[in-house]
T-cell receptor
Framework: AQSVSQHNHHVILSEAASLELGCNYS??????LFWYVQYPGQHLQLLLK??????LVKGIKGFEAEFIKSKFSFNLRKPSVQWSDTAEYFC???????????FGAGTTVTVRA | NAGVTQTPKFQVLKTGQSMTLQCAQD?????MSWYRQDPGMGLRLIHY???????DQGEVPNGYNVSRSTTEDFPLRLLSAAPSQTSVYFC?????????????FGPGTRLLVL
């Protein structure tokens, strides 16, 4: 069975600081990888996704993630956060031929103005 | 398109009561699923469906039933509510044509079981 581990439960940053959220997964085959974001009071939205090709993926709002196959990792980064980036971030994975998504426990990011 | 809609937004139940959480999508997506979100545990898959008439269990199916009589609707039924089912429930859908399609989530139903 696949599983996803997010390293940080809660991250607190100041505006303009850089953000990196760790995500590791375990799965025995080819995977699709996702980062979802949940802003306060809202539903999940897709930030970015990786299926194949360039392992550095760019998403919305200046976020990017790098897939490192040898490390089973898909870390999320943003060079300079804004107060509006305060949200909960979820890493998710499914097998290439499997609909079922497995989510990590989530990381709450609080950006202080 | 309205996307994925869920009703109700909030619900309070007493232990033992039953209810149905509604989910509908207007994107003609074949795949639909139900998740529950609990603090510190992320989202866990309850049940999913790959098309009308086809459903299967996810990671935490006990205490829940689903059916898929149409492409658009995928209701989740709580047979006899328990306090452990207090959670936020999300419905999601995606296209069947390409497995890499993004899952689109509804706004969620917040359920409190007393």
């Amino acid at each position: 069975a696949q599983s996803v581990s997010q390293h940080n439960h809660h991250v607190i940053l100041s505006e303009a600081a850089s953000l990196e959220l760790g995500c590791n997964y375990s799965y025995g085959g080819t995977v699709n990888l996702f980062w979802y974001v949940q802003y306060p009071g809202q539903h999940l939205q897709l930030l970015l996704k990786y299926f194949s090709g360039d392992p550095l993926v760019k998403g919305i709002k200046g976020f990017e993630a790098e897939f490192i196959k040898s490390k089973f990792s898909f870390n999320l980064r943003k060079p300079s956060v804004q107060w509006s980036d305060t949200a909960e971030y979820f890493c998710a994975v499914n097998g290439r031929n499997d609909y079922k998504l497995s989510f990590g426990a989530g990381t709450t990011v609080t950006v202080r103005a | 398109n309205a996307g994925v809609t869920q009703t109700p937004k909030f619900q309070v139940l007493k232990t033992g009561q039953s209810m149905t959480l509604q989910c509908a999508q207007d994107m003609n997506h074949e795949y639909m699923s139900w998740y529950r979100q609990d603090p510190g545990m992320g989202l866990r898959l309850i049940h999913y469906s790959v098309g009308a008439g086809i459903t299967d269990q996810g990671e935490v199916p006990n205490g829940y039933n689903v059916s898929r009589s149409t492409t658009e609707d995928f209701p989740l039924r709580l047979l006899s509510a328990a306090p452990s089912q207090t959670s936020v429930y999300f419905c999601a859908s995606s296209s069947h044509d390409r497995l890499q399609e993004t899952q689109y989530f509804g706004p969620g139903t917040r359920l409190l079981v007393l």
